[in-house]
């Protein structure tokens, strides 16, 4: 038993509840606005209650989590400004909902990272699953590593950045934001997008439906610049530029002939 | 804070507008005069070392009046002032606008955390340290003379 870690390790409530326990486990150590626990035993839930505790009752600036343990909905919807960093992987739908925090995650994430992201700053420092970032509409999640399929699908807002490759239907039914992928791209990309911008720093496998190379302006440059220079990631390569093409904001008006070109 | 959020006691009447000065009951000094919200330091009030989130936030206009979206309160938040030509200064505009409506409380959307919250979180959000902290004790509201059906 002692061999097991993370999700294995915790007893769940035989009525399939994760965490039917809502007692904050106070099990941090406190140093002034800073402070440090090991989530190697606590569930998912008793996690984000101490989280909370600490940023929203006990003005805890700077936090640090031991020991995630790859747990699923780990950190989500923490609505306030304060630098968490995860010493290890986190799960399914790690950081979704947040609204101001600084984080940093020393290790993987799972699907669906930063889903519904509303503002601050995420940095991972290995690779991401698929759906990163899906529906965010602020801030920015820079992913160190890989991603998988359909990053930033559906995304509103916000600034996607990736120094290696993406996967498949990557800004898949994009309405606005940013995403700046420095590796390759899977087939797909820009799939059905309705506004924002995509650059790509190498090959694209193929461009989805109604995706197209956009006209390169200084604004883009300011912003690469700047993001890279934000967050140490040294000196940005030649990227491609990426669009909506627009042919379908009408797409009830067009011919049967019309949509099967575009289509 | 609860006792500014008094109007807010029922069910809000219906309309098909989306303007924030009708769901928050009044209009804002800031609404009418851009020096109240010329001092307001976006880097400071956003995550990070640049504005972040604010990055999205441009000047739009609703009802041929310039306005801001404020995501809150899915509200567009009217201005009555003379905007300049430039539209990065109008961006900038609508940016201290949002961010000091949002500082200061005066967005629906926050307005109705004292009711509606049903987990601790920071009153002012992440704009405002040192926030009153609503929905600690959040109670699922009864409705007067029901009662449900024996089965």
Known sequence: ????????????????????????????????????????????????????????????????????????????????RANITYEGSLGYFACGLVDGPQITIKGRVGWSSCENMMSG??????????????????????????????TGIDQKGGTIIVLDSVGSTTGFMMQRGRQIIC?????????SMYDGAIYVGGKVKSLGVDCVPGEWTDADTELIERKFRIYG?????????????????????????ERRIVL | ??????????????????????????????????????????????????INWLEDIEMLEEDGIPAVFDRYSNSFLKLYFPMPDDKAERDTIARKVLLLHLQSGNSYGIQLKALHCKYPQPTLGSWVSGSAVAGADWKAPVLEGWAAKAH
Do not use: W
Not at chain 1, 45 to 70: C, F, K, M
Not at chain 1, 183 to 191: T, V
């Open chain 1, 1 to 80: 038993m002692d061999a097991l870690v993370g999700e294995r390790r915790i007893s769940y409530d035989a009525r399939g509840l994760s965490e039917p326990n809502a007692d904050v486990p106070h099990v941090s150590e406190i140093a002034g606005t800073s402070a440090v626990f090991d989530a190697k035993d606590l569930t998912t839930r008793q996690i984000n209650l101490e989280l909370r505790s600490l940023i929203y009752e006990q003005g805890i600036t700077d936090v640090t989590v031991r020991n995630p343990g790859s747990k699923h909905s780990i950190g989500v919807a923490i609505l306030h």
């Open chain 1, 121 to 150: 700053t995420v940095v991972v420092e290995g690779n991401g699953g698929s759906l990163t970032g899906a529906a965010m509409r602020g801030g920015d999640l820079v992913v160190k590593g890989r991603v998988g399929a359909r």
């Open chain 2, 1 to 50: 804070m609860a006792d500014q959020f008094h109007h807010i006691d029922r069910e809000p009447e219906k309309t098909t507008g989306i303007d924030a000065e009708y769901l928050s009951g009044k209009r804002h000094d800031y609404q009418s005069d851009a020096s109240v919200s010329a001092h307001v330091d976006l880097l400071a009030g956003t995550p990070g070392d640049d």
């Open chain 1, 233 to 257: 990631l040294g000196t940005p390569p030649s990227f491609q530029k990426f669009v909506c093409g627009k042919l379908l904001y009408n797409y009830d008006n067009l011919e049967p002939s």
């Open chain 1, 183 to 191: 590796g390759d791209a899977g087939p797909g990309l820009g799939d």
